[in-house]
């Protein structure tokens, strides 16, 4: 059974900046996709980044050179340090593993989402 322990949410204001962080246990982490999305209220999930089976960190456009995604595999954990957080990016943000290569991760696809955590809320106000 795979389980997520998720850490690091809260409020900012904009500009500001978080760390999300995930323990995975229970799953081959070294031969999938890891990431997160994330889902605002009344909004379909959108992918945010992930790091494939190769350590290719993959980003959504409109986190790019603000988020920096980072694994450690030695402890099974996930870092997502958020900076410049700007108000479009509050919402439940969730851990997730994919088989592949991080295309449903990044494209929103939940089908193609092996398991994935019960959530972070962030919330950044203006």
């Known amino acids: 059974q795979v389980t997520f322990v998720e850490s690091g949410g809260g409020s900012v204001q904009a500009g500001g900046s978080l760390r999300l962080s995930c323990v995975v246990s229970?799953?081959?982490?070294?031969?999938?996709?890891v990431g997160w999305f994330r889902q605002a209220p009344g909004k379909p999930i959108e992918g945010v980044a992930g790091?494939?089976?190769?350590?290719?960190?993959k980003y959504t456009d409109s986190v790019k050179g603000r988020f920096t995604i980072s694994k450690d595999n030695a402890k099974n954990m996930l870092t997502l340090e958020m900076n410049s957080l700007k108000p479009d990016d509050s919402g439940m943000y969730y851990c997730a593993t994919e088989r592949g290569w991080c295309q449903g991760l990044l494209t929103g696809t939940q089908d193609a989402l092996d398991a994935w955590g019960q959530g972070e809320l962030v919330t950044v106000s203006s």
């Open positions: 229970g799953y081959r982490y070294t031969v999938a996709c």
């Open positions: 790091i494939d089976r190769e350590g290719t960190a």
